[in-house]
């Protein structure tokens, strides 16, 4: 069958790799793809968020199947555009639909769902510019820190955490003023929670779901956690710290009531859930949903995923999941990823990238990159993941990290210490 991969980043690349594979797929289209994914199908130049621009591609090529990488799309509802649309509707979408994707475009819906369906997660309460000054009360009077959530999407980044309530009260005002743009016009505050956090993942028919490998991604962009968040350094699967048991609890207490409250809500989703959740003394909480995959965490998570992705997506499809076996291999993952100078802050672009060849024992997972004249140059933030598939997980570490060092480009970056505060 022909499909139709959307988005650009590392994420995506991890997909083609892994779709590519499949028996079933005669011909793969990432739009708009990246400078690596040309190595798997055939890049088409358009904005996942033009939908009359995917329906003319989807319509051109015959495409019987399409998977959405990024959540920007899915939130501004293009599984109800196939829907509504007679010539689109027979073709499987994977991820949900608008009203699932508010699981992720809005903090507070998430809230709400959460403590309709008694899912653990942290205490927390909404305020917009019409209740402000009772925001700031209860900022007052809350417990430090404190953390304020911009209730829509702000590319990563408006999540704040907080250690006085005169800092916090001031950054309320700014985010109920426009600091977000519109993620901001509905802040949540919710309690610190104190642990340490994982990824869970599942990809869910809208009645049964399969649970994907456990990862951990890293966000700071400084060596031992230090410095600015970004969309994350690097990852690690399987997760040391989260054993069968605790896995088990997560899907008892988390994952079986989401896939269930989605169903009483009537909320029709199919498509991944992205659980973050944090462990606290044992016991986990859910920080965030989200309706995609992660990245990086895609990039450590795929190629543990023996069974042929193709298949799975069409069964999740087809609503057949419900005897669906997913074999995940032994092996240890790792992903660093290579950024670019000066990220997460301001950085350039077209920057020449050498020494991908040299790499010994990884898969590079094309991010922000761009092919021009049969170059390779710097075309985003985050530049490439470097994965390695080892027995042990010091051996995955060590493998990516060592890889990761054979590639150059002027200014490149990387953390050398992803994962080893595991080992």
Not at 31 to 58: D, H, I, Q, S
Not at 375 to 400: H, M, P, W
């Amino acid at each position: 069958m022909n499909i139709l991969l959307l988005g650009s980043g590392g994420r995506e690349s991890a997909f083609a790799w892994k779709i590519s594979q499949s028996d079933q797929c005669s011909q793969l289209f990432i739009a708009p793809g990246n400078g690596g994914t040309g190595a798997y199908g055939k890049n088409v130049n358009l904005n996942p968020n033009n939908f009359e621009a995917v329906r003319a591609l989807v319509l051109k090529e015959g495409i019987e199947l399409v998977v959405v990488g990024p959540e920007e799309p899915l939130v501004n509802g293009i599984h109800d555009f196939f829907a509504a649309d007679s010539a689109l509707s027979q073709i499987p979408v994977i991820g949900p639909k608008k009203e699932g994707a508010i699981l992720e475009g809005s903090k507070d819906f998430s809230k709400q769902f959460m403590a309709r369906h008694g899912i653990p997660t942290a205490a927390s309460r909404s305020f917009t510019k019409d209740n402000l000054e009772d925001g700031l009360a209860y900022l007052q009077a809350h417990a430090m820190p404190v953390v304020l959530k911009a209730d829509g999407l702000a590319a990563g980044k408006g999540v704040l955490i907080l250690d006085n309530p005169a800092e916090a009260q001031a950054e309320l005002k700014l985010m109920l003023s426009g600091k977000f743009g519109d993620a901001g016009t509905t802040v949540v505050i919710e309690e610190f929670l104190s642990g340490i956090e994982l990824s869970v993942f599942v990809l869910t028919d809208g009645d049964n779901y399969v649970i994907l490998p456990e990862a951990k991604d890293y966000k700071r962009i400084g060596q031992a956690d230090t410095g600015l968040n970004t969309g994350g350094m690097g990852s690690v699967s399987p997760v040391p710290f989260a054993s069968q048991a605790f896995l088990d609890e997560v899907e008892r207490d988390i994952i079986i009531p989401t896939v269930n409250g989605l169903k009483k809500d009537a909320i029709d989703y199919t498509g991944f859930i992205f659980f973050g959740l944090i462990k606290v003394n044992e016991k986990p909480f859910v920080i965030e949903y989200n309706c995609r995959m992660g990245d990086p965490e895609t990039e450590s998570v795929i190629p543990r995923i023996e069974n042929d992705l193709v298949e799975l997506f069409v069964a999740a499809g087809k609503r057949k999941l419900k005897d669906y076996k997913l074999n995940i291999s032994p092996k240890n993952a790792a992903t660093v990823m290579i950024v670019a100078g000066g990220y997460p802050g301001d950085y350039e672009k077209g920057k020449t990238i050498t020494g991908i060849e040299n790499i010994r024992k990884s898969l590079a997972f094309h991010a922000g990159t761009i092919l021009e004249t049969g170059v390779i140059k710097t075309n985003g933030g985050r530049v490439i993941a470097i994965t390695s598939l080892q027995d042990t997980q010091f051996e995955a570490l060590q493998s990516a990290t060592a890889d990761a060092a054979r590639i150059y480009f002027d200014g490149k970056y990387f953390r050398e210490d992803i994962g080893f505060d595991l080992v």
